[in-house]
């Protein structure tokens, strides 16, 4: 069975501080595919990120970074020098290689950045 | 760029109401998804469609239904509401791995 763990519930920094938020994932398929979800106080979903499990190469989008490693089955999320427009719920997911899979979430982290 | 709609925003709904919530996507996708989303819960799959006429129970299926006549439209339906299916309802529409999800529906039954 597949399943997403989310172990923080909610994270609180000052605005400027750096912040990683953890994602760890269980899945017997040797094609899978991980995503990182942004939901705003807006309330929808705004895609981030899409990782396949081939490709474990880090990566970086401006102030964005993730770190996947499949020796762990994580997926970590780090934002350089937080912003208040961070502010917001991530959702880690995951799915395996088909089109038409489902996805699986995880619970979510609150992220709340202070000025 | 993709669209997905959901047809309210919020709704209020009394016990045993029989109620409706429309997905539209308007990209052609194959897959789309009905989850509801709770505080501590994140997304729970109700169901999923692959193809018109084609439905699949996800992990917390019971007290719905869904419908798919067409393929833009995704129907999730409550047949006789109950306060514990007050909730956010997501719609998502997929095709190949990437998902894009409609503004949400805040359903509260009262």
């Known amino acids: 069975a597949q399943k997403v763990t989310q172990a923080q519930t909610e994270i609180s920094v000052v605005e400027k501080e750096d912040v990683t938020l953890d994602c760890v994932y269980e899945t017997r398929d040797t094609t899978y595919y991980l995503f990182w979800y942004k939901q705003p106080p807006s309330g929808e979903l705004v895609f981030l990120i899409r990782r396949n499990s081939f490709d474990e190469q880090n990566e970086i989008s401006g102030r964005y970074s993730w770190n996947f490693q499949k020796s762990t089955s994580s997926f970590n999320f780090t934002i350089t020098a937080s912003q208040v427009v961070d502010s917001a719920v991530y959702f880690c997911?995951?799915?395996?290689?088909?089109?038409?899979?489902?996805?699986?979430f995880g619970s979510g982290t609150r992220l709340s950045i202070r000025p | 760029d993709v669209k997905v709609t959901q047809s309210s925003r919020y709704l209020v709904k009394r016990t045993g109401e029989k109620v409706f919530l429309e997905c539209v996507q308007d990209?052609?996708?194959?897959?789309m998804f009905w989850y509801r989303q709770d505080p501590g819960l994140g997304l729970r799959l109700i169901y999923f469609?692959?193809?018109?006429?084609?439905?699949e129970k996800g992990d917390i299926p019971e007290g719905y239904s869904v419908s798919r006549e067409k393929k833009e439209r995704f129907s999730l339906i409550l047949e006789s509401a109950s306060t514990n299916q007050t909730s956010m309802y997501l719609c998502?529409?997929?095709?190949?791995?990437?998902?894009?999800f409609g503004q949400g529906t805040r359903l509260t039954v009262v």
């Open positions: 469609s692959y193809d018109v006429k084609m439905k």
């Open positions: 990209m052609d996708h194959e897959n």
């Open positions: 998502a529409s997929k095709r190949e791995t990437e998902a894009f």
């Open positions: 997911a995951l799915s395996d290689g088909s089109s038409a899979s489902k996805i699986i």
